[in-house]
């Protein structure tokens, strides 16, 4: 199987980026399953459903998020409806949405990490949980951890590492040059990377991020505007066993 991770999009820039580029990598490759994370499309804070559908229609099949799924209040009827649409699963029990869903003969699952971004429940035994209740369901297992600290990325993928086929890091929007297979068959990478404005800082204007971080006076960003970038991992999984074949980075912009 050949399935295609996203980084994080970034509002309508990256929204347009989707809609110029993914078409083409879907052709070129031959694409089985692409899982995108969307929780920073609206405005570059949040999800709504005119985004999350904008980005099904690009050719997404799951959208995965984080820590801003909620920053958008009109999107929480639709993470228990057919949206194929993703909160993590370490949330806390009766939290609107689902962690994990089964599509394409894969299981895409969302983590969230706790080391300088949140008190969730634990990540790594919300894992446990997952696999030793659905261990029949399918071998290919993809998860997308949603987490700050480099260190929580790269434990989640060794403690996982042989238990799914890939563990594919997203939230800090900057890509790491760390692909690789693991010694049990896992695909791994620290940070995808983002989708969005290349003439930004992690998707925002320039310029108001400098001028907070000059003043110190709180405001809203806004995002950057411009030439736009797709990242993204490709990941080659045999479908029997769930091992990674290979997995190599994508990069695209828009001409």
């Known amino acids: 199987m050949l399935i295609l991770a996203v980084g994080d999009i970034i509002g309508r820039p990256g929204r347009q980026a989707v809609n110029e580029l993914l078409p083409g ?25 005119t985004t999350a559908g904008e980005l099904l229609d690009a050719g997404v099949d799951v959208l995965t998020s984080g820590n801003h799924i909620w920053a958008q209040k009109e999107i929480i009827p639709y993470l228990d409806g057919e949206m194929p649409i993703l909160r993590p699963l370490n949330y ?34 919300a894992m446990d949980q997952l696999l030793s209740e659905l261990k029949d369901e399918t071998p290919v297992i993809i998860v997308d951890f949603h987490a700050e600290a480099t260190s929580e990325k790269m434990a989640m993928g060794r403690y996982l ?78 479908d029997r066993s769930g091992k990674a074949v290979s997995i190599d980075r994508i990069y695209r912009e828009v001409v």
């Open 25 to 49: 990598l879907r052709e070129q490759y031959g694409l089985d399953l692409v899982i995108a994370n969307a929780e920073n499309t609206a405005g570059g804070f949040g999800l709504t459903s």
């Open 92 to 125: 806390p029990p009766g939290v609107p949405g689902k962690g994990y869903m089964v599509t394409n003969q894969t299981m895409v699952v969302n983590l969230i990490g706790r080391t300088f971004i949140g008190n969730f429940d634990c990540p790594f035994r």
């Open 161 to 238: 590492d042989g238990r799914v086929s890939a563990v594919l890091g997203t939230h800090t929007h900057v890509g790491t040059i760390d692909a690789q297979l693991l010694p049990q068959g896992t695909a791994y990478v620290t940070d995808i990377g983002m989708t969005g404005p290349i003439d930004s800082v992690i998707g925002d204007d320039s310029e108001a991020v400098l001028q907070r971080f000059l003043t110190i006076i709180p405001h809203r960003l806004s995002v950057g505007q411009g030439k736009t970038m797709l990242n993204a991992v490709l990941v080659r999984v045999d």
